[in-house]
């Protein structure tokens, strides 16, 4: 399909028969362009696994029936719903939280690098995201409970094992947390750069809303939370240098 000029679509039809190719053509006054996502091969492919192991295991219910929008199906603490336990975790706008208590999440880089960093915490403080519970001291019931957790859709919360055994040290480092808390997107606000040295920002924390800007003081705010965002301090100057040479010389479009 294709726009020619302002107030034409030009769709290719392959069903003209006998193999022949046919253009309907659409006259109208506005056209409007409101592209949507798709989920990705590789997230479709990992459903499918999953789907299919589960099956296999004869789990009433699917992950893939879970889940919303071609997402991956998740529980509170990012692992992938039907995945061998704590083996397989999702972040981002490919995954979807699901279950009691869970609520949509959007689509944005400020959920996915609150999820990264939360995921990053649970395997640095050592948890086993298993969700097992278990005593240390009997091998038995452990290979008992590891069993078992193959057989749950939904795993307990994830547990430090060394903490749960007086280790204060260890429940000090945790801050007394044995069991991991699920992860709770923090709403910092929002930013969208609408173009001429302008745009659209609103800061709050939660549900409390600080201020909003727009214009020229939205784009200088957009500009700066770009800024601390870079992940090194090469980064920040090469953006700051580019950003120079723009407002200097102009954009370089002897790549395009």
Known sequence: SSIKGRDRIVIANSDGGEGKRENIVIDCGIIVWAAGTKPIQLTENIMSNIDHVCDEKGFDTLPSSLSYGGRVAVDKWQRVIGAPAGSMFAIGDASGTVGEGTTRLPQTAQVA????????????????????EFDSSSSRRQNDALTNSDDLLFLGAPFQHDANESDMMEKHRLRRRVKAKPFAFLNLGQLAYTGGGEALSQVQIGDKKLFSKAGSVGFLLW????????????????????????????RDVTRM
């Open 113 to 132: 690098a609150q999820q990264g960093a939360y995921l990053a915490r649970l395997l640095n403080r050592g948890y086993d995201l298993k969700g097992i």
């Open 223 to 250: 500009k700066s939370v770009y800024i601390v965002k870079q992940v090194s301090t090469k980064t920040r100057l090469l953006v700051l240098f580019d950003w120079f040479k723009t407002k200097v010389f102009g």
